[in-house]
């Protein structure tokens, strides 16, 4: 019986161990960096005075992408050797970002109202968008 049992358990062991097993390998990364830059003089001033924002067009953020995709949008103040990812808070200056068709705004705000005018960028801003493929179920 025992001999039987272990024929048995090694034809199912051999059986299964043979079974097809599939690899899927994608044909690269379903993303995409755009590097932009926002000269000093393309902050524009609100009314009030209190949100300074600058507009990037952007074709690539067409209706499907707007809908579906990540759109994550990372600056570097002063073009230096390091991003940030908006929304975030420095010095009492709030960045954040909105994203419509074709468009991308990045605003500077005041945190708390201490200073309630923001600081005018003096040198090139650096943006990085990273567009993240996405599907809708």
Not at 48 to 71: H, M, V
Request: with cysteine.
């Amino acid at each position: 019986m025992k001999k039987l049992t272990l024929i048995l358990l090694c034809i199912a062991t051999l059986g299964l161990a043979s079974c097809k097993k599939d690899t899927i390998v994608q044909n690269g990364a379903n993303n995409l960096t755009i590097i932009k830059y926002i000269e000093p003089s393309a902050w524009q001033s609100s009314s009030d005075g209190f949100t300074l924002t600058a507009s990037l067009s952007e074709s690539r953020i067409d209706p499907r992408t707007f809908e579906n995709d990540a759109i994550l949008v990372y600056i570097s103040r002063g073009d230096g050797n390091f991003y940030e990812q908006l929304p975030f808070v420095y010095d009492v200056q709030a960045y954040s970002y909105s994203v419509s068709q074709g468009r991308i705004d990045i605003d500077i705000q005041s945190s708390d109202f201490q200073e309630a005018i923001p600081d005018r960028p003096t040198s090139r801003t650096r943006v990085k968008i990273v567009l993240i493929e996405s599907f809708q179920d």
